[in-house]
């Protein structure tokens, strides 16, 4: 089965500086997602990207999807403090309202 | 913009006692889900719903878990007999039939003591 690992498992940063996470996964797949978590809060959807897709930009994400290396990356430029949270990248395999399969995520800290 | 509601935001139980999760997902989408967070640990899949009948369930969706769209507009998730170890939190979302992304509710914490 599928799987998503992100690396790494925490990062801290000082506010303004880049933050890059990466996410891996095992088995060919749709489409990649990346959502941001609050401690304790709903899961809000940031960007998708399809397999057939290398690079997407919204804002100050850029996400990349390399399908040979089977793995993404998720920059964040500019760091807020508002953009501490968890990211988790999510993998669905087939059609539209398949499952799916969630990474473990990455906690972001900015420092002010 | 169109949100997944759910109700309650929080709740508490006691061991062995039947709850029921609600959710109101968007009006427009066809697909519906529920996921579940242990805290400190990966969001989990539990079940899909499309068609008025279940699409596929995982392995802890086992008998003691059963979904219900009663009226066409909300969308429940039963646990008849609540365990320790059910204490999560429980996401709701849906898809539409013509987009990728998916919704999520801002979820449901249960605890059960």
């Known amino acids: 089965s599928q799987q998503g690992e992100e690396d790494p498992q925490a990062l801290s940063i000082q506010e303004g500086e880049n933050a890059t996470m990466n996410c891996s996964y095992k088995?060919?797949?749709?489409?990649l997602q990346w959502y941001r978590q609050n401690s304790g809060r709903g899961l809000v959807h940031l960007i998708l990207?399809?397999?057939?897709?290398r690079e997407k930009h919204s804002g100050r994400l850029r996400v990349t999807l390399d399908t040979s290396k089977k793995s993404s990356s998720l920059l964040i430029t500019a760091s807020r403090a508002a953009d501490t949270a968890s990211y988790f990248c999510?993998?669905?395999?087939?059609?539209?309202?398949?499952?799916?399969?969630f990474g473990t995520g990455t906690r972001l800290t900015i420092i002010p | 913009e169109p949100e997944v509601t759910q109700t309650p935001s929080h709740q508490v139980t006691q061991m062995g006692q039947e709850v029921i999760l609600r959710c109101v997902p968007i009006?427009?989408?066809?697909?519906f889900y529920w996921y579940r967070q242990i805290l400190g640990q990966k969001v989990e899949f539990l079940v899909s719903?499309?068609?008025?009948?279940?699409?596929?369930k995982s392995e802890i969706f086992d008998d003691q878990f059963s979904v219900e769209r009663p009226d066409g507009s909300n969308f429940t998730l039963k646990i008849r007999s609540t365990k320790l170890e059910d204490s999560a939190m429980y996401f709701c979302?849906?898809?539409?039939?013509?987009?990728?992304?998916?919704?999520f509710g801002s979820g449901t914490r249960l605890t059960v003591v």
């Open positions: 088995t060919s797949i749709n489409n």
């Open positions: 990207i399809r397999s057939n897709e």
């Open positions: 979302a849906s898809s539409a039939r013509d987009s990728y992304g998916y919704t």
């Open positions: 999510a993998t669905d395999a087939q059609l539209k309202g398949e499952k799916l399969t």
């Open positions: 009006s427009n989408h066809l697909y």
């Open positions: 719903f499309y068609n008025n009948e279940i699409s596929e």
